[in-house]
């Protein structure tokens, strides 16, 4: 009679543990495991472990870490005052037998972090050197961050390139480079057959004080052009700001209206807010932000 008075498992509630909390507290625990495994052999990378890391690794695995190396010295700008660090990058951007473009390219990107003389130099001596458009590519943008005036006459042959890529990013960096001698070399690139080079070039004339591009910068502010050029809203919305810099620069009275009408009608709050700060230029000329 006693056995008959045993409480009987409840089929319902083993099912719900079965199903339920029995796997759950599995996979917490397999979570937790995992995650102190992780913890445990996590080693923080510096710049020197993913130098050694590039010099060592697999072919195939090296440009990964000359990447993480880019953003660590973005992340870090203490480290780019370790001239050892600088001249390990210089060594692997020379070193076209062992590494690949794609590892160079970056190691030129990590270089533009160090704004020294030494690293300068040899951004120039691999843009002469080096044939690989990548690294060329790159190495023009880190020329431009490192403000290297002694390599204009160089960078000013890519603007015959037929790599579009390169003539785009020549354009520019010259005018980064903000040399007005090379407004003649710049004008030409108005009538390139690739509608983004034109663009550059206007930009960079108009960083230089020359309006000769200055239709090309306000039909740059025409939302339905752009738009047939199959570009999203955020990339429309980059070339606006830029164009009505641009058009604040050349210092054109007709420039007035079109950015009037822009900070008060248009859809987008930051090319509105870019128009006003044209226009306050316009009003009073000062150091502007480019």
Known sequence: MEAENEPQPNPRRKLFFGLFIFPLLIAVGMALLLCTVVFLTNEEETPESLITAIKTGSPSKRWQKAFELSNELNRNPATIRNEGVMKEVIHILRDTTHYDPKTRAYMSLALSYFHNPQ?????HESLVNDQN???????????????????????LSFLKSENPQLRK????????????????????LLEDPVEEIRWNASLSLARLGNDSGWQILAKMLDRSILSANHMNDEEIEKVMINAAKGLALTKREETVPILETLSKEDKSLKVRQAAIEAMEYLKQPQEYIR
């Open 169 to 188: 990013m020549a354009a520019y960096v010259l005018g980064v480079l903000g040399d007005p001698q090379t407004v003649p070399s710049l004008t030409p």
């Open 133 to 155: 458009d990548e690294v060329q590519l790159y190495v023009l943008w880190a020329l431009g961050v490192v403000q290297s005036k002694e390599a204009i006459s160089d960078i």
């Open 119 to 123: 690293a300068a130099a040899a951004l």
